[in-house]
Nanobody, 126 residues
Framework: QVQLVESGGGSVQVGGSLRLSCAAS????????MGWFRQRPGKEREFVGA???????YYDDSVQGRFTITTDNTQDTAFLQMDSLKPEDTAVYFC????????????????????WGQGVQVTVSS
């Protein structure tokens, strides 16, 4: 069973930065697509970005140029670096992994992800 453990949430002022971490095991991110999603109050869970197993990275337009997805050398931990934060970035952020290795299917739909982290709160205040 895949376990994802998130850390790094918190509160920051507008324009600030935070880095979220998503820890897995077994070099998971070298074989499986991982994604970052967020859920704002009263809203559906929405796509933030994703990293395919081969290293291709995608971002939603709302975070393009401000957020960066990376992984560590062991491919056991993924990071979401969030810069130039805005109040509308306030949400609970989740990392997720698709259950099928080496897949080439959609990457931006929450329903296609099989394993989820516990979520961390990010609050951006003006």
């Amino acid at each position: 069973q895949v376990q994802l453990v998130e850390s790094g949430g918190g509160s920051v002022q507008v324009g600030g930065s935070l880095r979220l971490s998503c820890a897995a095991s077994g070099r998971l991110f070298s074989r499986n697509t991982m994604g970052w999603f967020r859920q704002r109050p009263g809203k559906e869970r929405e796509f933030v970005g994703a990293r395919r197993w081969m290293g291709i990275i995608y971002y939603d337009d709302s975070v393009q140029g401000r957020f960066t997805i990376t992984t560590d050398n062991t491919q056991d931990t993924a990071f979401l670096q969030m810069d130039s934060l805005k109040p509308e970035d306030t949400a609970v952020y989740f990392c997720a992994v698709k259950g099928t290795s080496y897949d080439r299917d959609t990457y931006n739909l929450a329903k296609d992800y099989d394993f989820w982290g516990q979520g961390v709160q990010v609050t951006v205040s003006s």
